[in-house]
């Protein structure tokens, strides 16, 4: 069976996106591994500190950051992370200075907003509306 380990966000800047994912989004930092100038740098939910990793993965490579311009430039968030409640986590981030791109939208069996995470991406979050 093939599941999903650890994913990635490229990010222009390590330490700010480890202070950003951590410090407003509110995940915890897994792994820190120097890697001559980068860092395996992953954080995980607090809901679940051994499921999926997030790695904040620097983008230094050259197709890296044409890719990220052109999706931001298009309003295509380059991921999604579920949350409980949509409204009440964008009056929570707003509170800690987060700047949403869409505010919060019901997309017909899901609520989403889209937020900028101050490193080159938008990201999504969702919920899913009860039955």
């Not at 999903?4 to 994912?21: E, G, P, W």
């Not at 900028?116 to 919920?127: E, F, R, S, V």
Request: net charge negative; aromatic share 8%.
């Amino acid at each position: 069976m093939i599941r999903i380990n650890v994913t990635s966000v490229f990010v222009d800047d390590q330490a700010k996106a480890l202070a950003f994912y951590t410090d407003k989004l509110g995940f915890i930092k897994k792994n820190d591994v120097p890697l001559g100038e980068a860092r395996w740098l992953t954080v995980v939910s607090p809901a679940d500190p051994d499921g999926v990793e997030l790695l904040l993965e620097p983008d230094g490579h050259p197709a890296a950051r044409p890719f990220k311009d052109a999706i931001a430039a298009d309003g295509i968030p380059y991921t999604s992370f579920a949350v409980d409640d949509v409204f009440a986590e964008v009056e929570r981030l707003k509170g800690l200075g987060v700047t949403f791109t869409q505010e919060p939208t019901d997309m017909g069996p899901v609520v989403t907003a889209v937020l900028d995470d101050t490193c080159g991406n938008l990201i999504q979050i969702a919920a899913m509306k009860p039955a």
